[in-house]
Protein backbone atom coordinates (compact mmCIF):
# COMPACT_ATOMS: atom_id res chain seq x y z
CA UNK A 1 0.00 0.00 0.00
CA UNK A 2 1.57 3.75 -1.17
CA UNK A 3 0.49 5.96 1.55
CA UNK A 4 -1.46 9.04 -0.04
CA UNK A 5 -1.75 12.31 1.49
CA UNK A 6 -5.11 12.93 2.42
CA UNK A 7 -7.35 16.59 3.62
CA UNK A 8 -10.89 14.33 4.98
CA UNK A 9 -12.39 17.79 5.76
CA UNK A 10 -12.79 21.05 3.77
CA UNK A 11 -15.60 23.43 3.85
CA UNK A 12 -16.60 25.12 0.44
CA UNK A 13 -18.37 27.95 -0.70
CA UNK A 14 -21.77 25.81 -0.44
CA UNK A 15 -20.71 26.74 3.40
CA UNK A 16 -18.04 29.28 4.18
CA UNK A 17 -14.74 28.70 3.06
CA UNK A 18 -11.50 30.82 2.43
CA UNK A 19 -11.63 28.97 -1.12
CA UNK A 20 -13.15 31.10 -3.67
CA UNK A 21 -14.71 28.33 -5.59
CA UNK A 22 -14.62 24.65 -5.59
CA UNK A 23 -12.03 24.35 -8.54
CA UNK A 24 -9.90 26.67 -6.27
CA UNK A 25 -9.57 24.42 -3.39
CA UNK A 26 -9.10 21.33 -6.07
CA UNK A 27 -6.19 22.83 -7.79
CA UNK A 28 -4.46 24.04 -4.69
CA UNK A 29 -4.77 19.96 -3.65
CA UNK A 30 -3.79 19.09 -6.63
CA UNK A 31 -0.32 21.66 -6.92
CA UNK A 32 0.37 20.35 -3.34
CA UNK A 33 -0.02 16.65 -4.13
CA UNK A 34 -3.39 15.46 -1.96
CA UNK A 35 -4.87 13.38 -3.71
CA UNK A 36 -7.66 12.43 -1.64
CA UNK A 37 -9.74 15.38 -0.40
CA UNK A 38 -13.13 15.53 1.40
CA UNK A 39 -16.09 17.96 1.21
CA UNK A 40 -16.82 18.71 4.27
CA UNK A 41 -19.69 21.29 4.35
CA UNK A 42 -22.46 22.96 7.34
CA UNK A 43 -25.74 20.86 6.80
CA UNK A 44 -25.32 20.78 2.97
CA UNK A 45 -24.74 18.03 0.41
CA UNK A 46 -24.99 20.51 -2.33
CA UNK A 47 -21.39 20.92 -3.33
CA UNK A 48 -21.49 16.90 -4.29
CA UNK A 49 -22.08 17.18 -7.52
CA UNK A 50 -19.79 19.90 -8.48
CA UNK A 51 -16.95 18.13 -6.09
CA UNK A 52 -17.20 15.17 -8.03
CA UNK A 53 -17.01 16.73 -11.56
CA UNK A 54 -13.78 18.39 -10.48
CA UNK A 55 -11.81 15.66 -8.42
CA UNK A 56 -12.47 13.55 -11.89
CA UNK A 57 -10.50 16.17 -14.26
CA UNK A 58 -8.21 16.50 -11.51
CA UNK A 59 -7.53 12.54 -10.84
CA UNK A 60 -8.40 13.23 -7.05
CA UNK A 61 -10.56 10.95 -5.30
CA UNK A 62 -13.93 12.82 -3.40
CA UNK A 63 -14.94 11.70 -0.01
CA UNK A 64 -18.12 13.04 0.94
CA UNK A 65 -19.13 14.63 4.23
CA UNK A 66 -21.16 16.74 6.26
CA UNK A 67 -20.90 18.76 9.29
CA UNK A 68 -23.58 19.80 12.01
CA UNK A 69 -23.43 21.38 15.29
CA UNK A 70 -25.79 19.22 18.28
CA UNK A 71 -26.99 19.06 21.20
CA UNK A 72 -26.33 16.26 24.10
CA UNK A 73 -28.99 17.39 26.97
CA UNK A 74 -27.18 14.99 29.28
CA UNK A 75 -23.93 16.84 28.63
CA UNK A 76 -25.44 20.10 29.04
CA UNK A 77 -27.30 19.24 32.22
CA UNK A 78 -24.01 17.90 34.03
CA UNK A 79 -21.95 21.12 32.52
CA UNK A 80 -19.43 18.58 30.45
CA UNK A 81 -18.01 20.56 27.46
CA UNK A 82 -17.49 18.31 24.62
CA UNK A 83 -15.58 19.53 21.24
CA UNK A 84 -16.88 23.38 21.78
CA UNK A 85 -14.77 25.33 24.47
CA UNK A 86 -17.89 27.41 25.42
CA UNK A 87 -20.66 25.86 25.54
CA UNK A 88 -21.41 22.66 27.72
CA UNK A 89 -23.32 19.92 25.91
CA UNK A 90 -22.97 21.77 22.04
CA UNK A 91 -21.08 19.11 20.21
CA UNK A 92 -19.68 19.21 17.00
CA UNK A 93 -20.33 16.10 14.21
CA UNK A 94 -19.22 15.55 11.21
CA UNK A 95 -20.70 12.34 8.43
CA UNK A 96 -18.36 10.88 7.07
CA UNK A 97 -18.58 8.79 3.35
CA UNK A 98 -22.45 10.08 2.51
CA UNK A 99 -23.85 8.40 -0.63
CA UNK A 100 -23.31 9.89 -3.48
CA UNK A 101 -25.50 10.72 -5.72
CA UNK A 102 -27.37 11.30 -3.21
CA UNK A 103 -29.50 9.20 -0.71
CA UNK A 104 -31.70 11.06 1.58
CA UNK A 105 -35.67 11.58 1.67
CA UNK A 106 -38.53 11.48 3.84
CA UNK A 107 -38.06 13.05 7.48
CA UNK A 108 -34.31 12.74 7.57
CA UNK A 109 -34.62 15.19 4.97
CA UNK A 110 -36.76 16.75 6.42
CA UNK A 111 -34.79 17.75 9.32
CA UNK A 112 -31.64 18.51 7.12
CA UNK A 113 -33.59 21.06 5.49
CA UNK A 114 -35.06 22.35 8.54
CA UNK A 115 -32.20 23.62 10.62
CA UNK A 116 -30.33 24.53 8.17
CA UNK A 117 -33.50 27.29 7.32
CA UNK A 118 -33.28 27.76 11.26
CA UNK A 119 -29.32 28.53 11.15
CA UNK A 120 -29.81 30.68 8.16
CA UNK A 121 -32.73 32.71 10.07
CA UNK A 122 -30.66 33.23 12.63
CA UNK A 123 -28.03 35.03 10.46
CA UNK A 124 -30.76 37.04 8.82
CA UNK A 125 -31.49 38.32 12.66
CA UNK A 126 -27.98 39.09 13.35
CA UNK A 127 -28.25 41.24 9.81
CA UNK A 128 -31.09 42.58 10.80
CA UNK A 129 -29.29 43.76 14.58
CA UNK A 130 -26.21 44.86 12.69
CA UNK A 131 -28.07 47.16 10.55
CA UNK A 132 -29.51 48.66 13.65
CA UNK A 133 -25.80 49.30 14.95
CA UNK A 134 -24.92 50.74 11.78
CA UNK A 135 -27.41 53.32 11.48
CA UNK A 136 -26.57 54.11 15.17
CA UNK A 137 -23.23 54.68 14.57
CA UNK A 138 -24.01 56.89 11.75
CA UNK A 139 -22.14 54.36 8.93
CA UNK A 140 -24.26 55.85 6.19
CA UNK A 141 -24.75 51.92 4.46
CA UNK A 142 -26.57 48.88 5.38
CA UNK A 143 -26.58 45.51 4.47
CA UNK A 144 -28.97 44.28 2.43
CA UNK A 145 -29.62 40.29 3.83
CA UNK A 146 -30.49 38.89 0.57
CA UNK A 147 -27.91 40.41 -1.74
CA UNK A 148 -25.56 38.58 0.94
CA UNK A 149 -27.23 35.43 0.41
CA UNK A 150 -27.00 35.68 -3.24
CA UNK A 151 -23.65 36.97 -4.03
CA UNK A 152 -22.18 35.41 -0.88
CA UNK A 153 -22.90 32.30 -0.20
CA UNK A 154 -24.71 28.98 -2.07
CA UNK A 155 -27.38 29.02 -0.06
CA UNK A 156 -26.30 27.83 3.23
CA UNK A 157 -25.45 31.89 5.43
CA UNK A 158 -23.03 31.30 7.98
CA UNK A 159 -22.26 34.40 10.51
CA UNK A 160 -18.84 34.93 8.75
CA UNK A 161 -20.77 36.35 5.81
CA UNK A 162 -22.29 38.58 7.20
CA UNK A 163 -18.69 39.82 8.78
CA UNK A 164 -16.90 39.77 5.20
CA UNK A 165 -20.12 41.89 3.48
CA UNK A 166 -19.29 44.72 6.28
CA UNK A 167 -15.30 44.41 5.19
CA UNK A 168 -16.73 44.73 1.82
CA UNK A 169 -19.52 47.48 2.66
CA UNK A 170 -16.57 49.50 4.40
CA UNK A 171 -13.85 48.81 1.70
CA UNK A 172 -16.83 50.24 -0.82
CA UNK A 173 -18.08 52.96 1.51
CA UNK A 174 -15.49 54.87 3.43
CA UNK A 175 -12.34 56.49 2.11
CA UNK A 176 -9.20 54.14 2.95
CA UNK A 177 -7.73 57.17 5.11
CA UNK A 178 -10.71 57.27 7.64
CA UNK A 179 -11.28 53.09 7.61
CA UNK A 180 -9.50 52.67 11.00
CA UNK A 181 -11.53 55.10 12.52
CA UNK A 182 -14.36 54.04 11.34
CA UNK A 183 -13.83 50.57 13.07
CA UNK A 184 -13.01 52.19 16.25
CA UNK A 185 -16.46 53.51 16.24
CA UNK A 186 -18.08 50.72 15.20
CA UNK A 187 -16.24 48.70 17.41
CA UNK A 188 -18.04 50.92 20.37
CA UNK A 189 -14.09 52.58 20.89
CA UNK A 190 -11.72 49.39 20.38
CA UNK A 191 -8.84 50.12 17.57
CA UNK A 192 -8.80 47.82 14.84
CA UNK A 193 -5.85 45.52 15.56
CA UNK A 194 -5.42 43.92 11.87
CA UNK A 195 -3.80 45.88 8.77
CA UNK A 196 -6.25 46.79 6.51
CA UNK A 197 -4.44 44.78 4.13
CA UNK A 198 -4.88 41.85 5.66
CA UNK A 199 -8.77 41.13 4.64
CA UNK A 200 -8.97 37.69 6.98
CA UNK A 201 -8.09 39.49 10.00
CA UNK A 202 -9.76 42.51 9.64
CA UNK A 203 -13.26 40.06 9.17
CA UNK A 204 -12.02 37.97 12.24
CA UNK A 205 -11.86 41.29 14.19
CA UNK A 206 -15.50 42.13 12.95
CA UNK A 207 -16.42 38.95 13.64
CA UNK A 208 -15.61 38.61 17.20
CA UNK A 209 -16.42 42.12 18.21
CA UNK A 210 -19.53 42.70 16.36
CA UNK A 211 -20.84 38.87 16.11
CA UNK A 212 -20.02 37.06 19.08
CA UNK A 213 -21.64 36.90 22.70
CA UNK A 214 -21.00 40.10 23.70
CA UNK A 215 -21.32 42.01 20.21
CA UNK A 216 -23.43 44.60 19.05
CA UNK A 217 -25.22 42.14 16.14
CA UNK A 218 -24.73 38.93 18.23
CA UNK A 219 -28.38 37.33 18.28
CA UNK A 220 -28.37 33.88 20.75
CA UNK A 221 -28.93 30.69 18.72
CA UNK A 222 -32.59 29.50 18.73
CA UNK A 223 -32.94 25.85 20.76
CA UNK A 224 -34.35 24.69 17.57
CA UNK A 225 -30.95 25.29 15.62
CA UNK A 226 -29.68 22.19 17.52
CA UNK A 227 -30.73 19.16 16.61
CA UNK A 228 -30.04 16.28 19.29
CA UNK A 229 -27.12 14.21 18.80
CA UNK A 230 -29.22 10.97 18.16
CA UNK A 231 -30.91 12.82 15.26
CA UNK A 232 -28.53 13.97 14.11
CA UNK A 233 -26.62 10.69 13.91
CA UNK A 234 -29.94 9.11 12.48
CA UNK A 235 -29.91 12.21 9.51
CA UNK A 236 -25.88 10.87 9.08
CA UNK A 237 -26.47 7.24 8.64
CA UNK A 238 -30.15 7.48 6.70
CA UNK A 239 -27.87 9.25 3.99
CA UNK A 240 -25.65 6.21 3.92
CA UNK A 241 -22.59 8.06 6.58
CA UNK A 242 -20.57 7.34 9.61
CA UNK A 243 -21.28 9.42 12.17
CA UNK A 244 -18.07 11.10 13.30
CA UNK A 245 -16.76 12.88 16.24
CA UNK A 246 -14.73 15.76 15.91
CA UNK A 247 -11.86 15.99 18.57
CA UNK A 248 -10.16 19.37 19.60
CA UNK A 249 -7.64 17.42 21.71
CA UNK A 250 -5.12 19.94 23.12
CA UNK A 251 -5.75 23.91 22.67
CA UNK A 252 -2.55 26.14 22.01
CA UNK A 253 -1.87 26.03 26.34
CA UNK A 254 -1.90 22.08 26.74
CA UNK A 255 -5.77 22.38 27.57
CA UNK A 256 -8.72 19.78 27.13
CA UNK A 257 -12.21 20.30 27.25
CA UNK A 258 -13.71 18.09 30.13
CA UNK A 259 -14.93 14.91 27.91
CA UNK A 260 -11.78 14.74 26.13
CA UNK A 261 -9.23 15.07 28.77
CA UNK A 262 -9.66 11.02 29.66
CA UNK A 263 -8.95 9.70 26.81
CA UNK A 264 -10.35 6.03 27.60
CA UNK A 265 -12.85 7.59 29.44
CA UNK A 266 -14.06 9.28 26.24
CA UNK A 267 -13.78 6.47 23.94
CA UNK A 268 -15.72 4.62 25.48
CA UNK A 269 -18.60 7.19 26.23
CA UNK A 270 -18.05 7.59 22.01
CA UNK A 271 -18.85 3.99 21.38
CA UNK A 272 -21.65 3.58 24.08
CA UNK A 273 -23.12 6.48 21.79
CA UNK A 274 -22.67 4.70 18.48
CA UNK A 275 -19.84 6.30 17.15
CA UNK A 276 -17.10 4.36 15.45
CA UNK A 277 -15.09 7.08 13.81
CA UNK A 278 -13.49 10.44 14.73
CA UNK A 279 -11.21 13.09 13.14
CA UNK A 280 -8.72 15.80 14.22
CA UNK A 281 -8.25 18.99 12.57
CA UNK A 282 -4.43 18.70 12.74
CA UNK A 283 -3.10 22.48 13.39
CA UNK A 284 -4.76 23.04 16.13
CA UNK A 285 -3.13 19.60 17.75
CA UNK A 286 1.03 19.05 18.33
CA UNK A 287 2.17 16.26 17.09
CA UNK A 288 2.65 14.54 20.21
CA UNK A 289 -0.69 14.46 21.05
CA UNK A 290 -2.34 14.03 17.88
CA UNK A 291 0.04 10.72 17.70
CA UNK A 292 -1.54 10.04 21.04
CA UNK A 293 -4.63 10.72 20.69
CA UNK A 294 -5.05 8.91 17.01
CA UNK A 295 -2.92 5.46 17.74
CA UNK A 296 -4.87 5.05 20.77
CA UNK A 297 -8.14 5.48 18.93
CA UNK A 298 -7.18 3.57 16.12
CA UNK A 299 -6.08 0.46 18.37
CA UNK A 300 -9.54 0.90 20.27
CA UNK A 301 -11.46 0.46 16.53
CA UNK A 302 -11.91 3.45 15.31
CA UNK A 303 -11.71 5.14 11.79
CA UNK A 304 -9.72 8.30 12.21
CA UNK A 305 -9.55 10.92 9.53
CA UNK A 306 -7.84 14.36 9.38
CA UNK A 307 -8.58 17.60 7.84
CA UNK A 308 -8.46 21.19 8.02
CA UNK A 309 -11.50 22.57 7.41
CA UNK A 310 -10.62 25.66 5.88
CA UNK A 311 -13.62 27.18 7.29
CA UNK A 312 -12.24 30.97 7.73
CA UNK A 313 -11.46 33.52 5.52
CA UNK A 314 -7.31 32.92 5.59
CA UNK A 315 -6.41 30.88 2.70
CA UNK A 316 -3.77 28.33 4.02
CA UNK A 317 -2.27 25.09 2.32
CA UNK A 318 -4.33 22.28 1.66
CA UNK A 319 -1.50 19.68 2.41
CA UNK A 320 -2.04 18.70 6.24
CA UNK A 321 0.52 20.11 9.36
CA UNK A 322 0.24 20.24 12.86
CA UNK A 323 0.65 23.53 14.86
CA UNK A 324 4.10 21.86 15.98
CA UNK A 325 5.45 21.18 12.42
CA UNK A 326 5.00 22.05 8.66
CA UNK A 327 4.09 18.02 8.02
CA UNK A 328 2.45 15.12 9.09
CA UNK A 329 5.13 12.41 10.79
CA UNK A 330 5.12 9.09 9.14
CA UNK A 331 2.72 7.60 11.12
CA UNK A 332 -0.18 10.43 11.30
CA UNK A 333 -0.10 9.79 7.37
CA UNK A 334 -0.85 6.26 7.62
CA UNK A 335 -3.34 6.31 9.85
CA UNK A 336 -5.17 9.14 8.02
CA UNK A 337 -4.62 7.40 4.84
CA UNK A 338 -5.80 3.99 6.47
CA UNK A 339 -8.78 5.71 7.37
CA UNK A 340 -9.64 7.25 4.28
CA UNK A 341 -9.65 4.04 2.48
CA UNK A 342 -12.01 2.93 5.11
CA UNK A 343 -14.08 6.14 3.99
CA UNK A 344 -13.98 5.72 0.44
CA UNK A 345 -14.86 1.55 1.11
CA UNK A 346 -17.86 2.43 2.85
CA UNK A 347 -19.01 4.81 0.21
CA UNK A 348 -18.79 1.81 -2.27
CA UNK A 349 -20.67 -0.70 -0.38
CA UNK A 350 -17.19 -1.99 0.84
CA UNK A 351 -15.98 -2.61 4.27
CA UNK A 352 -11.74 -3.31 4.06
CA UNK A 353 -9.23 -1.04 4.29
CA UNK A 354 -7.51 -2.57 0.71
CA UNK A 355 -10.97 -2.60 -1.15
CA UNK A 356 -10.52 1.65 -0.13
CA UNK A 357 -7.21 1.78 -1.50
CA UNK A 358 -7.76 0.05 -4.45
CA UNK A 359 -10.61 2.73 -5.56
CA UNK A 360 -8.08 5.60 -4.67
CA UNK A 361 -5.48 3.60 -6.76
CA UNK A 362 -7.79 3.26 -9.50
CA UNK A 363 -8.85 6.99 -9.41
CA UNK A 364 -5.55 8.89 -8.98
CA UNK A 365 -3.73 6.98 -11.61
Known amino acids: MKIKDVNAHLHTPYSFSAFNDVPQALDMAESEGVKVVGINDFYSLDGYGQWSEE ?68 VESMCARLNEHLGRVGAGFNIDFAEVRDRLTRGSIRERHLAKALRMAVDGNIPACDRQAF ?68 DAKGNFTDFEADLQKCADILKKRGFRSAEFITTRNTTAVLEQYASYLVDEGFIVTFGSEHNTPALEPIKLRTRDASDLSDKLKEINYRGACMVAAHQAGLDSVDAGDELITKATL
Open 183 to 250: YEKVFGGKQLKSSLDNVAAVENEIRGNLLKSGGAAFVPEDPKAFLPMKTVQDIIEAAGGIPTYPFLAD
Open 55 to 122: CGKRRLFPLFNIEFISLNVEDQAAGVRVNDPNNPGRTYLSGKGLSYPVKLSGKPAEQLSAVKAESNAQ
